[in-house]
Nanobody, 123 residues
Framework: QVQLVESGGGLVQAGGSLRVSCAAS????????MGWFRQIPGKEREFVAA????????YYADPVKGRFTISRDNTKNTVYLQMNSLKPEDTAVYYC????????????????WGQGTQVTVSS
């Protein structure tokens, strides 16, 4: 079992930056691929970024490439999503998720989810 708790969401102006964090419980955090997803009310949850537990390789959705960076600190059981050059269309609830798969970009591949943190980008 893995429990995930997101933090760091908030309100930011377009062009600004924000970092959201996800703290995980459990002693085997380094064996989980971690992902970030986001959801706008009325729309399906969409993949944002992921970082593989086995290779450290990162994956990004096209809309956030070059602006967002996912990273992890296995000593703190925490994964981060640094978001730069934010746009109003980045406004969403951001969720972190964990999977034992080494590569995963689909929500269905993730077994554990946090409660989400709201990120709002004003124009």
């Amino acid at each position: 079992q893995v429990q995930l708790v997101e933090s760091g969401g908030g309100l930011v102006q377009a062009g600004g930056s924000l970092r959201v964090s996800c703290a995980a419980s459990g002693r085997t955090f380094n064996r989980y691929t971690m992902g970030w997803f986001r959801q706008i009310p009325g729309k399906e949850r969409e993949f944002v970024a992921a970082i593989s537990w086995s290779t450290g390789t990162t994956y990004y959705a096209d809309p956030v490439k070059g602006r967002f960076t996912i990273s992890r600190d296995n000593t703190k059981n925490t994964v981060y999503l640094q978001m730069n050059s934010l746009k109003p269309e980045d406004t969403a609830v951001y969720y972190c998720a964990a999977t034992i798969m080494s590569i995963a970009t689909l929500g269905a591949q993730y077994a554990y989810w946090g409660q989400g943190t709201q990120v709002t980008v004003s124009s």
